[in-house]
């Protein structure tokens, strides 16, 4: 069987769409809003965290602290990953997730933190999905999604080729492309 038949790229090209039309309406509609500024948004609240020894921002020591605060709070540890942001000589805890972000940083007293827990808008999370923020199962999913979404464009591009009535407006639809994705990065 040929891969590259008329038939069987359709089929292919079809169900592909099918199969990933939810995630890309999510990555469309999040990526579009997200570029004007449409982020959604997330509830916070600030937790005092007593220290017995003042924190030294050190990665290891700050995500073990705020995994115990939140394990206080009967609140789940966000999907992401966990960073320490250093402002001068500030630091803070960042870790990012879809359905929370947790950001733990000291006070002016060194043995009193602020844990903030930032639970995420049913359209935030989604944003933070379309960013990475998720667990693994999600970034899987996320990789399946690219990889099908490159195999239509490239099945879609294949037919238009097949076909010699369309085969010069590709060329010329394929170069269109190029020079506008040229033009757009680099006036950007």
Do not use: C
């Not at 923020?133 to 099945?155: C, D, E, H, N, R």
């Amino acid at each position: 069987m040929n891969f590259f038949n008329r038939a069987t790229l359709m089929k292919a090209h079809a169900l592909l769409a099918a199969m990933i039309l939810p995630a890309a309406l999510m990555f469309f509609i999040t990526g579009a809003l997200y570029t004007w500024g449409v982020k959604g948004g997330y509830e916070t609240t600030s937790h005092e965290v007593h220290l017995k020894t003042p924190l030294t921002g050190q990665l290891g020591e700050m995500v073990t602290l705020a995994e115990a605060a939140l394990a206080k709070q009967a609140v789940a540890v966000p999907s992401g990953h966990a960073k320490i942001k250093k402002i001068g000589e500030a630091f803070k805890l960042e870790w990012t997730g879809s359905q929370r972000d947790v950001v733990l940083v000291p006070t002016a007293d060194p043995l009193i933190a602020t844990l903030q827990i930032k639970n995420t808008s049913g359209y935030r999370q989604f944003v933070q999905l379309h960013k990475a923020k998720g667990g693994t199962p999600f970034k899987v999913y996320a990789a399946v999604f690219a990889t099908a979404l490159m195999l239509i464009l490239f099945s879609g591009f294949m037919m238009a080729w097949k076909m010699p009535n369309l085969r010069k407006l590709t060329i010329m639809s394929t170069s269109f492309g190029v020079v506008l994705f040229a033009a757009v990065v680099m006036s950007s």
